[in-house]
Nanobody, 117 residues
Framework: EVQLVESGGGLVQAGGSLTLSCEASGFTVDDYAVGWFRQAPGKQREGVACRGSNNGPATYSESAKGRFAIFTDNPKNTVLLRMDNLKTEDTAVYYC??????????WGQGTQVTVSS
């Protein structure tokens, strides 16, 4: 059974940094493409970063490019998202999942990121 537990969110000032963690169970993160997504109030969930299986290449949304980095800690079966130079528009609940992931797939509880100006 797949389970995903996201953590590491919080309140940070614009320009600050956070590293989000997603502890996975029920599958091995290095065997799958994995991604980070976010959902802001009143908006649809969107992908921000994805990394291919077997330490494959990472891709980022335009808004995340140059500021976010996705990587895995394989011994801990964890997917991480390093976020630098945070902006108020990055405020959202952040989720991770293995790819592909749709609205009817299992999702964890997410972790709230709030960026203040």
């Amino acid at each position: 059974e797949v389970q995903l537990v996201e953590s590491g969110g919080g309140l940070v000032q614009a320009g600050g940094s956070l590293t989000l963690s997603c502890e996975a169970s029920g599958f091995t993160v290095d065997d799958y493409a994995v991604g980070w997504f976010r959902q802001a109030p009143g908006k649809q969930r969107e992908g921000v970063a994805c990394r291919g299986s077997n330490n494959g290449p990472a891709t980022y949304s335009e808004s995340a490019k140059g500021r976010f980095a996705i990587f895995t800690d394989n011994p801990k079966n964890t997917v991480l998202l390093r976020m630098d130079n945070l902006k108020t528009e990055d405020t959202a609940v952040y989720y991770c999942n293995k790819m592909p992931a749709g609205p009817y797939d299992y999702w964890g509880q997410g972790t709230q990121v709030t960026v203040s100006s």
